[in-house]
């Protein structure tokens, strides 16, 4: 399965597509449905500047996801998400992206929008991985397992 295509701006300003315009090899994608996810968002985000070192070529990014809403609408979106993020660092990595969210968990097979998700996924936005909701343990393990296991194999990652 892959993620599917998308484009929208960090807070900051700066326009990515997603997957293809990603700065890793590998990249997980918090996405956030609601801006209420962000509290479980900001539980994998207090962890992540610990793993990343590990891991060469591994980026992780915010997708705040948002209806397909007019000009102005959109602009207060952001200024929300800024209000909710106001550390610098995690404003560089939000991308605010507006779309059909009914569609989008189409796209992906998701049961609904009522927490958010997370999407290993490589450079052509194949999915490597995937969960959902806060943090924990297990979850925190299962991630450093499948970066160990795609970091160890001698394959490009694109080809396992």
């Keep these: 399965m892959f993620f599917p295509t998308v484009s929208g701006e960090t807070l900051t300003g700066q326009e990515f597509t997603v997957p293809f315009g990603l700065a890793g090899e590998l990249n ?24 990343k070192p590990h891991y060469p070529g591994f ?18 979106f952001g200024l929300g998400m800024r209000h909710l993020l106001p550390e610098a660092e995690l404003r560089e990595l939000s991308i605010t992206v507006f779309l059909d ?8 097979t998701l049961p609904s929008q009522n927490t958010n998700q997370l999407f290993l996924v490589d450079r052509e936005g194949g ?30 990652i694109w080809e396992i």
């Design 28 to 51: 997980l994608l918090l996405v956030g449905f609601d801006p209420k996810h962000l509290k479980a968002i900001r539980s994998w985000l207090a962890v992540l500047p610990e793993i």
């Design 59 to 76: 980026h992780y990014y915010h997708l705040a996801l948002g209806s397909q809403l007019t000009q102005d609408q959109q602009m207060l």
């Design 101 to 108: 969210k009914a569609l989008f968990c189409e796209w992906l």
């Design 127 to 156: 999915i490597l991985w995937r969960c959902e909701g806060f943090l924990t343990p297990p979850k925190r393990e299962d991630l450093y397992r499948i970066l160990t296991h795609l970091y160890s194999t001698k394959l490009p």
